[in-house]
């Protein structure tokens, strides 16, 4: 199994920046990919961006030259750089990781309120 813990949230507003950190623990030989996902309010959950052990990466359209995602293997650590954030931005912010195994893995959630 993989434990997920993200750390990062807060209130920041608009034009602001903000930086999620998601920590990996227990299996984390089995990872295929982390990725970043967010859910606002009576919305559905969507991605955000993803990276794989080799640094590949995919960033949602919505946030693409906003949002960068990046890892630290070293740490089993990866990151979500937030700027110039928009108040459609406020959502929870979940970290994802998949397994070999197909199986997915997801944290608790970090909170992100953009608004003056």
């Known amino acids: 199994q993989v434990q997920l813990v993200e750390s990062g949230g807060g209130l920041v507003q608009p034009g602001g920046s903000l930086r999620l950190s998601c920590a990996a623990s227990?299996?984390?030989?089995?990872?295929?990919?982390m990725g970043w996902y967010r859910q606002a309010p009576g919305k559905e959950r969507e991605l955000v961006a993803t990276?794989?052990?080799?640094?590949?990466?995919n960033v949602a359209d919505s946030v693409k030259g906003r949002f960068t995602i990046s890892g630290d293997n070293a740490k089993n650590t990866v990151y979500l750089q937030m700027n110039s954030l928009k108040p459609e931005d406020t959502a929870v912010y979940y970290c994802?990781?998949?397994?070999?195994?197909?199986?997915?893995?997801w944290g608790k959630g970090t909170l992100v309120t953009v608004s003056s």
């Open positions: 990276i794989t052990r080799t640094g590949s990466t």
């Open positions: 994802k990781t998949r397994s070999w195994a197909g199986m997915d893995y």
């Open positions: 227990g299996s984390i030989f089995s990872i295929t990919y």
